[in-house]
Each structure stands twice: as C-alpha cells, then as structure tokens.
C-alpha cells in the first residue's frame, strides 16, 4: 500500500504540475471537496466528484423532484413534481422553459453540464409563472453561475464495465474598466457500460461545448452551446416488451444566449434565446420498427420586473416559440405558440398582493387566457403565510398524437391538456441555517394526456385524454445546514387523485406515489474526507402490470476522500441502488441492481 501511495503521488504530481504549468499556484488540498458554507443550498456539485456530471444526476438529488429513470441516470430520465406525469415537468434556463416537440421523455435532457449552471430550484404555482413560460405542473429552474477558475479532470469504473472520462475548465480571462469580467468554460466527457439493466442494454455517451460569459456588478451575458450524444440499449422502455431487443440513438445540441440587466431578487430585465435540435432513432430489433426523427426548437424571450409608484410592481414576460419536426413515422410538422404575461403586485407594509394574467396564443389552436394571482404576508422575521391560483395549459406532443408502434398508438384527436391550481402555505425560517415550509395543493386536469391499456386483453398502451384528473396533496419540506459540517434537504409528499377513468392500467398519470419522502445530505465528517446520499422512499399505488410490491427504497452513497498523497487528488467510492431495491417505478420493466463504482478526480 505506501509502495502504491508513493507511485500515487508521483503520477499526480507530474500530471497536475503539467496541466498547470504557467498558472496560478495551486489551492491547498483542503480546497478539493466543496465548502460546507453552501453544501446545503447547492448539493449537486458535491457529487461532481466522481461522476459524469449529467444533469438527471444533479436531479436525482434534488428532493422536491421525482427521476423515474431507465437505465440509470447517465441513460433516459422522466421529471415528475408533485405527482405529475413526465409530460407535466420539465426544465427552465435563464427563465426559458425547454421544451421537446417529439416527446417530454426528453424534458430532462440537457447538454451542458450541472457545475455551469446554478442550484437547480422547483417552482411550481405563481412562483413558476413569475420565473419561467414555465410546464404544466412545474419547472426546474437554473440559471448560468458566475464564472471561476476551476480546473478538474475525472474518470472512474465500476461495475457491468461501466467506465467513464470528464474535463470541466473554467476560467474569468479579462476585466474592464466597468468593473466587468469576461470568463470562459469548456467541457467534455465520455461514459460507457455495458447490460445497466437488462443484459442487452448497453450505454455509449458523449458530451462536449463551451461557454462565455460577461458578469458586471449589475449584469449578466451567457453565451453557451453543448451536445450530448448518446447510444442505449432500449430493451423495455416505454412500454415495449421487454421479449423485444431496442436501440435508441439521439444527438442533442443546443445554442443559449442570455443576458440579463439588475438583480433577480429585485429590478431587472432579461433576454434569453434558444436554438435546439434534437435527432432521434429508435429501433426496435431485428426489423420489427424503426422511427427516425429530427426536431427543432427556436424560442426567446423578454421577462422582468419594474417598480412602479405607489408601491406597484409589474412582473412581466412575453415569448415567441417555433417548432417544428420531420419524423419518418410520425411525420413533418411545424406549429408556432406566443405569450404575453402582466403581473402586476401590490405591496401593503408585510402583505404583498399579486393578480394578473397569461395570454398565450397557437398556430394550430384556439387562444389561452390564464388568470394568477396570490397573496404572501410576512407574518413576523421567521414566517410567512401565502395563498396563489394559477392556470395552465399544455399542447400534446407529436409522439402523443401521431406515434404507432408495436408497444404504443398514438391519438390524432387529442385535444390539449389544461390544469387549474390552487396552493397555501407556510414558509419557516429555523435560526440562520435552516427553511422549510408546508403546502397544501389542490389541481383540477382537463383533458389529461395518459398512456394507458385499456383492458386486460390489450398489448400496447394508447395515448387518451382523461377528461378530469383531480389531485390533491400535502407537502413538507427541510433544507438547511442541521450542523457546520451537515447539509439536509428533504421533503414528504401525500397525493390523492380522483378521476372518471375507466382503464385497466394506466403508465403515467395514475401511477404515482401516493406517499413519497425524499431525502438527499452532505456531511463533511473532516477536512478531507466528505459523505453524500440520497434515499427515496415511496409507497406507489396499485398497477395491475407492476410486478414487484407497491414499496419502493431507492438509495445512492459515495465517500469523497481528499488523497494525502496528492493534493490535487479526491479519490470517490459510491454505491447506487445500495439497498438492491426492485422496486419497478416503470410497470412491469426491470430495474438495475446494486451497482459499486470508484473514481478519480483531479481539481486545483
């Protein structure tokens, strides 16, 4: 073992001394593991080391947010809030929402890597319509993080030949006069595995771009592109036999520009733009089908909030977005959609009062007008009570309306999905480290979109609207530093949903976790040595195609140890799935087991 540690620190030594030659000197080996002063408010970039650093990872840390996930979370992740389908969440970047034509299973993809961007955050309600176009039921909302020098090289291997590679650079390069510096990123990584679920599932992954920034004291300008392109086994996904061998294949790319002028907590104007192409090809083996797709998203939009005299405020947003699609079976397509939001907000000493509307208007479809409004008093400096009515609406995807495969038939008469909700609750400061906060909600779904089977007898789901779907749910959630050295955030979930249904098994919608706590820590046990988890507790409703019980235990650790050898070094042991749980979030598909894996980082 010393003749190993010896050989060690030699490697490091060489490899860090000429990857760093002619910079700066480097940081102390305490430095190598995140500071304790944020762990509670940003967990992801704790499990940076030692992991591709995908966003689904990030996610899946990340309790007010449920990952249903195929293959693991380097392979095909579906987003559910408070309950919803994958088609009801998604992503939001610089206030834009990100959105798919083809299909919403794609609603957690995002080339760019999770350490360019700020702490993932859930907003749901009037929080989402103040922030983002925003998703049905809610949003994942982030933002691009201020530059700083980082340098960091990873690579690791683990179980079912899992092995992966990753660079992430970043470096502020100049400053002005104005008190502004320009600062730019790079990125790469490679992962592959082999069987990560079924024995024929194998997974090849390839992430790579770039990114440039202006920060200024009172302004931001972000200007990124990345693609992501990914290989994976596809035996039994979305809803295929798993008797049948699938392979999919996709290219994500994507162009974001941003710039934003004030304080996001205060005044500001923001611009932010898209380009978005995604190509996708799905097989199911030998020659039973093949889908080949390519769709295109280019969206902007303007957003802010400006005072206004009397003690008004105007929270406003309008937003332009065109699609459009070629797909070999589900066909060309092309639709355009615009919004235009004002909500304007009345301060009154503690109470703040908000009512306005969202207009959104479609190339294909009659106008939305959706009503917000809500109310927030600041009860005393530790709580604050609050009450909001949102609206929204949602088009189906084309994969929805047009889709026939051996496992799926779509529905050319579906009609949108529109969701009306009402929340209250409270929001509780503990001492200076530690919020959390209670919710009561209830939502009302017309036309809810689901894949169900319809009896029995029946051998591929089928796209239908629901007509009414009603949910009502509690929440409560914990986030905070409990001590110096320990980061928790979790949060308890109750849903019951009421519907006009008659199925014999529904995928999405009405299959849900009826009872869900989700807890994910950090604790900095030393100055070098650093744990992190996550355990997801769920007790799921019945489905007459799930073949495992109804309690599923999800659990994920990793200990990050700073090398005393190597300065430079953190050396990551993890485990995912470490209860072996078999848990089917899927219906009736296969889980991957308990997975070990160990990995190398090199950070200064």
């Known amino acids: 073992m010393q003749r190993f540690q010896q050989v060690l620190a030699v490697v490091c030594s060489v490899l860090v001394a000429g990857l760093a030659h002619g910079g700066e000197a480097a ?44 293959g ?25 929402s990100l959105r798919n034509p ?86 790469g ?7 990560v679920d079924y024995p024929d599932n194998d997974l090849d992954l390839w992430n790579a771009g770039g990114h ?13 592109a990345g693609t992501l392109h990914k290989q ?9 036999s798993d008797t049948l061998p ?106 703040e009062l908000t009512a306005g509307a969202r207009g959104e208007v479609f190339s294909d479809d009659k106008p939305a007008w959706l009503p917000q409004a809500g109310a927030e008093v600041q009860v005393n400096d530790d709580n604050a ?55 009561v909600f209830q939502q009302w779904s017309e036309e809810s979109v689901d894949w169900v089977r319809r009896t029995p007898e029946s051998t591929r789901f089928e796209a239908v609207n629901l007509q009414d779907v009603d949910t009502l749910g509690v929440e409560a959630g914990l986030r905070g530093d409990v001590t110096k050295r320990l980061g928790l955030d979790g949060q308890y979930t109750w849903l019951d949903k009421h519907d006009d249904a008659d199925v014999y098994a529904s995928r999405y919608v009405l299959d849900y976790a009826e009872h869900l706590l989700h807890l994910s820590a950090v604790w900095r046990a030393t100055e070098t040595i650093q744990l992190t988890g996550t355990q997801v507790l769920r007790w799921q409703v019945a489905n007459a195609l799930r073949e495992s019980d109804d309690f599923g235990t999800t659990g994920a650790v990793a200990a990050h140890l700073a090398l005393p050898t190597c300065r430079h070094a953190v050396l990551t042991l993890a485990a995912d799935n470490v209860w072996n749980n078999s848990f089917q979030p899927f219906a009736g598909q296969e889980v991957a087991g308990r997975r070990y894996s160990a990995g190398l980082t090199l950070a200064w």
């Open 189 to 195: 990584a490679h992962e592959g595995a082999k069987g």
């Open 27 to 70: 940081a102390p080996a305490t430095t190598n593991l995140e500071p304790m002063t944020v762990v509670a408010h940003d967990l992801a970039p704790a499990r940076a080391y030692g992991q591709v650093d995908t966003l689904g990872r990030a996610l899946a840390a990340l309790p007010q947010v449920l990952v249903n996930s195929q």
């Open 246 to 351: 699938a392979q999919e294949e996709t290219e994500d790319s994507l162009v974001f520009l941003s710039g934003r002028q004030g304080d996001l907590d205060g005044e500001f104007t923001r611009l932010s733009a898209q380009w978005r192409e995604l190509d996708d090809t799905y097989d199911i083996l030998p020659t039973i089908f093949h889908n080949h797709t390519e769709s295109r998203v280019l969206a902007g939009a303007a957003d802010g909030r400006a005072a206004l005299p009397a003690d008004l405020a105007l929270n406003w947003r309008a937003g332009v977005e065109d699609e459009n699609m070629d797909g070999l079976t589900l066909g060309d397509h092309n639709r355009q959609r615009g919004i235009l939001q004002a909500l304007p907000a009345w301060t009154l000493g503690p109470l």
């Open 72 to 96: 693991g979370y380097g392979v095909q992740n579906d987003l559910s809030i408070r309950g919803s389908s994958f088609s009801g969440a998604g992503l939001s970047l610089g206030g834009l």
């Open 385 to 439: 009570l609050y009450a909001s009515y949102t609206e929204t609406v949602r088009q189906p995807s084309y994969t929805e309306l047009n889709y026939e495969s051996p496992g799926s038939l779509g529905n050319a008469g579906l009609e949108r999905q529109e969701a009306r909700t009402a929340e209250g609750g409270l929001k509780h400061r503990f001492g200076e480290r530690m919020n959390g906060h209670a919710a």
């Open 212 to 224: 440039l920034q202006y920060l200024a004291p009172d302004a931001q300008v972000d200007l990124a």
């Open 102 to 187: 083809q299909t919403e299973h794609f609603n957690a993809e995002l080339p760019l890597p999770a350490a360019l961007l700020t702490a993932p955050r859930v907003v749901t309600g009037l929080d989402q319509a103040r922030q983002t176009d925003g998703h049905l039921v809610g949003s994942v909302s982030m933002d691009f993080a201020p530059v700083r020098a980082t340098r960091r090289l990873s690579g690791g291997v683990g179980e079912t030949d899992r092995q992966w590679e990753s660079a992430f650079v970043q470096q502020p390069v100049a400053a002005d006069k104005a008190g502004g510096t320009w600062g730019a990123s790079a990125f």
């Open 232 to 240: 994976f086994g596809a035996r039994g996904y979305y809803g295929v």
